[in-house]
């Protein structure tokens, strides 16, 4: 049972197609899961339709309807190859780097990203923390397997995280099995030692 959801703001950005890639692809697997949020979607998406058919007209150019005709005979593009089938869409046709040790019993595997956000899986397990953060804008998790914790209450799978304060009291994986997430943000501020390496190397 999902529990945990974006907020409107980011649900009414996603329907706009202005948040950044890595973030949209995020909070994409939470409305996989989630018949809630997919029917607030289609709500934002019919609204946003009815304000374009309120917008003046602009005109087209005048050769538009032959560059149209010109592309009608064009084959549709194959859709990117399945590279990770164990992971659900869209990560299973996204291309991800290698895992990255993140402190003890947590790893880190990058995804191409390059618009704004950064993003990847977290795999974290049983008893770990994930390392203590801050934010510098908007930060999503959704839950793939596994649960973890915060100050904000417990996710499970589908659930999907966007905090308001920082990581003061850092996620902490619950139950017997290993968490993996998906985490994208726009700016996260490592503390501790993770911290220490993060403003040495200027990230």
């Known amino acids: 049972m999902i529990r945990h959801h974006p907020s409107e703001t980011?649900?009414?950005?996603?329907?706009?197609?202005?948040?950044?890639?890595a973030l949209s692809t995020v909070a994409a697997l939470h409305?996989?899961?989630?018949?809630?949020?997919?029917?607030?979607?289609?709500?934002?998406?019919?609204?946003?339709?009815?304000?374009?058919d309120e917008l003046t007209p602009v005109p087209l150019s005048g050769d538009a309807l032959s560059r149209l005709l010109d592309r009608v005979d064009e084959p549709a593009p194959a859709p990117p190859p399945i590279l990770n089938p164990d992971l659900p869409a869209p990560l299973n046709r996204m291309v991800l780097g290698r895992w990255?040790?993140?402190?003890?019993?947590?790893?880190?595997?990058?995804?191409?990203?390059?618009?704004?956000?950064?993003?990847?899986?977290?795999?974290?397990?049983?008893?770990?923390?994930?390392?203590?953060?801050?934010?510098?804008?908007?930060?999503?998790?959704?839950i793939l397997s596994g649960r973890f914790a915060d100050g904000s209450g417990e996710y499970g799978p589908g659930d999907l995280s966007e905090p308001v304060v920082d990581h003061d009291r850092p996620p902490l994986v619950i139950g017997t099995e290993p968490c993996l997430c998906v985490i994208a943000s726009e700016g996260m501020k490592l503390r501790g030692l993770l911290g220490l390496a993060q403003r040495t190397i200027g990230y």
């Open 31 to 52: 409305l996989a899961r989630c018949p809630v949020c997919r029917r607030s979607l289609a709500t934002l998406e019919a609204t946003g339709g009815a304000v374009l």
């Open 100 to 142: 990255w040790p993140i402190g003890l019993g947590a790893r880190y595997r990058p995804m191409r990203a390059g618009d704004g956000a950064w993003g990847g899986l977290v795999l974290a397990q049983p008893n770990r923390s994930l390392p203590r953060h801050g934010h510098a804008g908007l930060e999503l998790t959704c």
């Open 10 to 21: 980011t649900l009414a950005a996603y329907a706009a197609g202005s948040l950044p890639s």
